[in-house]
């Protein structure tokens, strides 16, 4: 019963660490941005190449965000700005580009499974249960998402001007807020905490390069049911994870993976605003 709990608990964190990117760039810009799965996977592939290098594994987190950063900048200079005013082009956009990420990622490392090194091994006692202490402290990296992401938004003037944009873009850029500027940092921290999540999660499995799709498809319905609000979040994912182990767990791991897609769409049709209180 422990060590359910605790899958519950750290798949939720999980969840949370992958979805909180895509959620502050559809917040902002008011797109999916489908490219997601791609940086995800540019995460799990700076983490392969930090064990290849020989570094200590934990620089792979820094390593990664880095690099998410990065092309997040380039990509939205290069390919989602001139597509603002054509959000429909703009998701078109960011789903064929995560392709193209994917195939150069190909090109560049091979088709094959692949493995990065863990910065943990081993298992804890927690009340009375032994649990993967890597799982355990990806809780804690979640926390710290969570918690840094409230304090951009809550106590500095980027954060402020961020929910100005949020709110109602057309009187912050009426106020003499640079919206262009809040869309850029904006999505270049989506891709970074795209490729955080990416690093955090490939030593619990593997790195190949289709491996960030069924975590966009995870993520994008749990954005789905969020609305832009990183509370609602929270709830989707502890209740919708919780529900993907128990399923996993009692029933079919298959059934298992099909679990939150099938759970946002029936609470999307019960309430179509989903855990948001608007």
Do not use: C
Not at 98 to 126: D, K, N, W
Not at 165 to 171: P, R, S, T, Y
């Amino acid at each position: 019963m422990i060590a359910t709990l605790l899958d519950i608990v750290t798949s939720a964190a999980i969840l949370y660490a992958v979805a909180a990117g895509l959620l502050i760039v559809f917040g902002v810009m008011k797109i999916i941005n489908f490219a997601h799965g791609g940086f995800l996977t540019i995460g799990g592939y700076s983490a392969l190449a930090v064990t290849k290098l020989g570094w200590n594994p934990w620089a792979s987190l820094v390593f990664a965000t880095g690099i998410g950063f990065v092309a997040g900048m380039i990509i939205e200079r290069l390919v989602v700005k001139p597509l603002y005013s054509r959000p429909l082009d703009a998701i078109l956009a960011t789903w064929g580009l995560g392709i193209i990420i994917g195939q150069l990622i190909t090109i560049a490392f091979g088709r094959e499974v692949q493995f990065v090194q863990s910065p943990m091994s081993g298992a804890i006692e927690f009340a009375g249960a032994s649990y993967s202490s890597y799982r355990l402290v990806l809780v804690l990296a979640a926390t710290v998402i969570g918690v840094g992401i409230a304090a951009l938004l809550q106590k500095t003037r980027l954060g402020l001007v961020t929910r100005a944009v949020i709110m109602n873009e057309d009187l912050a850029r009426g106020l003499g807020i640079n919206s262009g500027l809040v869309r850029f940092f904006t999505f270049s921290l989506g891709a970074a905490l795209a490729s955080l999540a990416g690093a955090l999660i490939t030593p619990l499995s593997s790195v190949d390069p289709n491996m960030g799709v069924p975590w966009l498809v995870n993520a994008f319905m749990l954005v789905l049911v969020s609305g832009v609000s990183f509370m609602s979040l929270l709830v989707a994912t502890v209740v919708f994870g919780g529900a993907q182990v128990l399923v996993s767990t009692y029933v079919s791991p298959v059934l298992g993976g099909l679990t939150i897609v099938v759970a946002a769409a029936v609470l999307m049709r019960v309430r179509p605003q989903g855990f948001s209180r608007e």
